[in-house]
Each structure stands twice: as structure tokens, then as C-alpha cells.
């Protein structure tokens, strides 16, 4: 099975900063990673598909970048909005994996 | 509007079975694969399983092979998942999901707990 390891699990930060999210894959998986946002009590919510492509309605201060083994998920400047737990699973083969999350919470 | 909505969760004991049901609406159900995700309380999220649009060829996590099955009827554009044997780990809330690898949209959730 593929393992993702995000890091950090856990982040502090400031409306306004630039964050990295970083998605690292057990062994080369191109492209296929997506990255999914989820607020307290809610479904989860796609934000990228196919490691860069941001799904219709996504803000574009979000991005993602990578191939093979690592990826990431940028945010270029944090809104109120964006606190969150944010994923990445991995779509190359099944099973289906997860990252362990990364929450981010404001400073 | 893609739509899916969930049903059948509840309290059952160990060893005990549900099954669980997903209505969607909002999209052509019978070529659009399908699959459950699960989120134990305060945990990450655990893919469970997947099933193409035609309902031929299914995909399931290894805790739960052999005990869940999954399959859809396309004439009622319902999703169902079999849960079988269940034990305390399988406590979660349980997702219906549009897509076979990367879920577009997710219904709201339905809270499985197994306790004795």
C-alpha cells in the first residue's frame, strides 16, 4: 500500500501569511494526488485534483504543485475562511489512501 | 446540484451488521463510479471502498475486506454498503462520495458507532 505522510500535522498562522502544506508519497505516484479541505463538522470538500488542477469555484490563492513523491498545497495568502484540516489522498492505485491531515489554526 | 444523501447509520453491537444507503440526484448515477470514506471520531479520513459505474468491478481497504460490500442500483440511483461483523473500530461516520478515485462531492456524513 502507498503511505502519504503530510506535514506539519499542525500549523499556527496569520490572516494574510503565505502557507505550505507539504504531501509526501512511500513511492512515485506521478500525478494522481488530490488535496481535499474540511471545516469542523462537515464533509470534506475537493480543492485539487491531479496534484496542480483546482476544482471549479476554488479560490485561486490556492495551489498545488508536484510529481512523483512529493507534493504540496500552497496557500498564497490566508483568509478567516481557511482555517482548517486539509488532505491529500492518493489516487494512483488502490487502496485509496490518506494523508494524516494537517489542521491550521490561527496564531 | 450534485446530491447525495446518506441513511441507516445507527448504534449496533459488535459482530452485529447495517447496511447503509446513499440517494443521489444532480448527476448520471449509472456511469459515475461511487465510493464510501470514513472518519472515526476526531480521526483522519480512511478510504473504504469503490464501485464503477457499472457496478462490475469493486474495490475495497484491507480492515474491511470480507465484511463490507458494496453495490449500487442504478434503477433507484442509490449506493449501498453492506456492513457485516462489525467491531469497535469500524465506529466512524461514514461518506458517500461521487467518484471512483477522487471524490467531487461528498454526501454529509452518517455516524456508525458499535458499542455493546
Known amino acids: 500500500d502507498i503511505q502519504l505522510t503530510q506535514s506539519p500535522s499542525f500549523l499556527s498562522a496569520s490572516i494574510g501569511d503565505r502557507v505550505t502544506i507539504t504531501c509526501r508519497a512511500s513511492?512515485?505516484?506521478?500525478?494522481?494526488l488530490a488535496w481535499y479541505q474540511q471545516k469542523p463538522g462537515k464533509a470534506p470538500k475537493l480543492l485539487i485534483n491531479?496534484?496542480?488542477t483546482l476544482q471549479s469555484g476554488v479560490p485561486s490563492r490556492f495551489s498545488g504543485s508536484g510529481s512523483g513523491t512529493e507534493f504540496t498545497l500552497t496557500i498564497s495568502s490566508l483568509q478567516p475562511e481557511d482555517f482548517a484540516t486539509y488532505y491529500c489522498?492518493?489516487?494512483?492505485?488502490?487502496?485509496?489512501?490518506f494523508g494524516g491531515g494537517t489542521k491550521v489554526e490561527i496564531k | 446540484e450534485v446530491q447525495l444523501l446518506e441513511s441507516g447509520g445507527g448504534l449496533v453491537q459488535p459482530g452485529g451488521s447495517l447496511r447503509l444507503s446513499c440517494a443521489a440526484s444532480?448527476?448520471?448515477?449509472?456511469?459515475?463510479?461511487m465510493s464510501w470514506v470514513r472518519q472515526a471520531p476526531g480521526k483522519g479520513l480512511e478510504w473504504v471502498s469503490s464501485?464503477?459505474?457499472?457496478?462490475?468491478?469493486?474495490y475495497y481497504a484491507d480492515p474491511v475486506k470480507g465484511r463490507f460490500t458494496i453495490s449500487r442500483d442504478s434503477s433507484k440511483n442509490t449506493l449501498y454498503v453492506q456492513l457485516n461483523s462489525l467491531r469497535a473500530g469500524d465506529t466512524a461516520v461514514y461518506y458517500c462520495?461521487?467518484?471512483?478515485?477522487?471524490?467531487?462531492?461528498w454526501g454529509q456524513g452518517t455516524l456508525v458507532t458499535v458499542s455493546s
Open positions: 462520495t461521487k467518484g471512483g478515485t477522487y471524490s467531487d462531492s
Open positions: 444532480g448527476f448520471s448515477f449509472s456511469s459515475s463510479a
Open positions: 464501485i464503477s459505474g457499472s457496478g462490475t468491478s469493486t
Open positions: 513511492q512515485g505516484i506521478n500525478n494522481f
Open positions: 491531479a496534484a496542480s
Open positions: 489522498q492518493q489516487l494512483n492505485s488502490y487502496p485509496l489512501t
